[in-house]
């Protein structure tokens, strides 16, 4: 499992940083009767395939070019956003480059934390800023300072084993209703095969981001929006948040994969690929991988919109970007590693490097990349559903409710929203496992929210 | 020392002498302390110092996310902490975690010991192989228990529960305090057998020869003879067992990250503070409950560990 080889232990993490210190120590030792000016920049990533493709490519494509020398810090999602928000908003100092979604960019822009990556881009004009695709530049943007550059960006959808759906005779909607979707799941769902992979693995951007899709298509939210720019009273309580996750847990336990509650994306992503999964739901980013020239299921995908319940459309909106501390100590070489990873040269020089070919470049920032006519033939089954998925998903109007904070669909975005989720998925995740009913998880949620009622974001 | 001289109009010379060998004898014991000065700051500096900024921390109001404070609050942090039901929660699981986990770890240590202690073939070789899974560092322990044992997909315990044609089990997530427990019992078990096989091994061999010329029965010399002279290692394994158990984090961390069924209070405090809850005033207050627990529990060891040695004296 990917999951193992990034461990999530606190040891191993410092045991990897004082490596990494004691690697760039000596090949600065080395390097210094070679070059006078060798540089070494710190960046920590997600541990998700398109990221492990970077850290692999950059000696050959960029430290060659450039004479930098990039130690990379290579940590699960929930393990980065606790050392990045440490490292940046205490003052940590040990990385030129973090990698930061969505949720955090206009956050940390916010709080000042981060360099403004327009003032770079304007004198970089290899970059192409204007290439970027709006929405995702919009969600990376606070105020009008970019604070990230997009590595990858996604909406959420359905992928299922078009083969194995034709072969039980059964048909998915390109723009199914959640219960059409489990009806389907239900009825694939066999001792060989689970029907569908849903994330059931705490944390507010694993579980609770698949999770709150769901929520805010059934009409349900987390917070109303208080008044003054404050968090609202908790709606946890509410019928309609106890229906989603009545609906969620019920469908994971008929037609889910097994370790449910130690499931996210790169476990799902593994199953599906062994083909222990008939459909899931999950990131388009993932379409990349099950499409590449290395995978086992490659042209036998179907891909659905994200389903929907009450509200038109449901699918999330994330990209994994870049960002640079406002206390890097180089920000000009961490700003020239930026800006060839999100650069619009990166996806010919690693298409031609990677296995997986142009099919498996990391998808969805840039529209010269949907306008090249490889990656047109390569991505043929997914590139138009993946900027489908996108256009469609609501980022300003994501529910029923109005809701605090900064725009987002499967999060909230108001910073409290991390602690919270990533505590109330807890308890979704035990109940998942069986390990305590749908309301005591509710009821323990609720308390959890409303701690934070009233105050601002 | 001068006012006996100046009372007798004269001078002393042996009170003269006797003081300047005292002085002396302050100089050179303060000669024999100058080395050792540089530890000893190093220890406040590195072990005091924090603890003090940990009691400042504790009563401020100050988050990082989002950006707040700090304010001085007073004791409201300890008072919020006190009654919160999820701090409560987590010392529930510390105190079922660490005293199920301290007893059958010495319980399986003291049948382990209890093999041990008799001579046969190979002895040594088993004795270094029964301390192995103490070695093992406990991020590695935890792991390989996790993916190795529980695992539903790849795990052994599931794969024998499959061949025997029963259904897989997703142990960790399902149960996770008690996976958590079983893993700490592996790991502990050893550290209790080397207790009690010191015990054993101080047992003095005359009152068993007596014993069974009295033709007592081995049980009879077990329960009657064996577990009275343990009992104070029993005990010392229990303190100490106790008070490591208590601060398990690196098994909870990669087995099963948290969650309401396995937070303990070393945990929670860490969630609650760099962990995500960024809340350094609040994560300081439980972490200063948790020491002073933990100083009652360690004053209760020393005394057991004063008891062991004053007893070794008398024999």
Redesign the interface.
Known sequence: ?WS?RV??????KTGVFALSIALAASTALAGSAVAQDEKTIYVSVVGNPQMEDIAQLTPELFTADTGINVEYTILEE?TL??IV??DV??GGEQFDVVMIGMFEAP?FGR?GWLADLNEFAADDADYAVDDLIPAVRDGLTFDGSLYAAPFYAESSFVMYRQDLLDEAGLTMPAAPTWDELAEVARAMDSDDIAGICLRGK?GWGDLGAAFTTVLNTYGGTWWLAGEDDTIGAAQIDQPEFKEALDFYVSLVNDAGE?????ASFNECLNLYLEGEVAMWYDATVAASLLEANDSPVKGLNGYALAPTKVTDTSGWLWSWALAIPENAADKDAAWEYVSWATGPDYFAQAAEALDGGWARVPPGTRQSLYDTPEYQEAAAAFAQPTVDAMLAAPINNPGVDPRPGLPGVQFVG???F??VG??CT??F??A?????SVDDALA?CQ??ASEVEG??? | MTTNAEANGTVDPGAERAAAIKAFQRRDKWRRRLPLLPALLFIIVVTQVPFLFNIWFSLLDWK????RGPDFVGLENFIEGYSN??FLNAVTISVVMTTSAVLLSLLVGTGLALLLDRQFFGRGIARTLLITPFLI?P?VA??VWK?NMF???FGVLNALLEAIGLD?V?F?????MWSIVVVLVWQWSPFMMLIVLAGLAGQPTDILEAARVDRASSRGIFTQITLPLLRPYLELGIVLGAIYLLQV??QI??MT?????S?NVPYFVY?RS?????DFGQASAYAIIVVIASIIIATFALRVLSSLFQRDEAV
């Open positions: 499992m193992n461990s999530r232990s606190r040891r191993t929930q956003r606790e928000t440490r908003g205490a956050q709080n705490p097994d370790d449910a509650a130690n108001v910073p409290q991390q602690d990533t505590r807890e308890e995740s035990a998942i496992a069986g390990n305590k323990n308390l959890i105050e601002s974001w | 990082i996310v989002p950006p039901q999820f560092m991020v935890g792991l993916n695992s539903s997909n897989s997703a960790v997530e399902r149960w996770p984090f690196d961390e990669v990250g948290g969650g309401p069924g937070t969630q760099i962990g995500g809850g960024w």
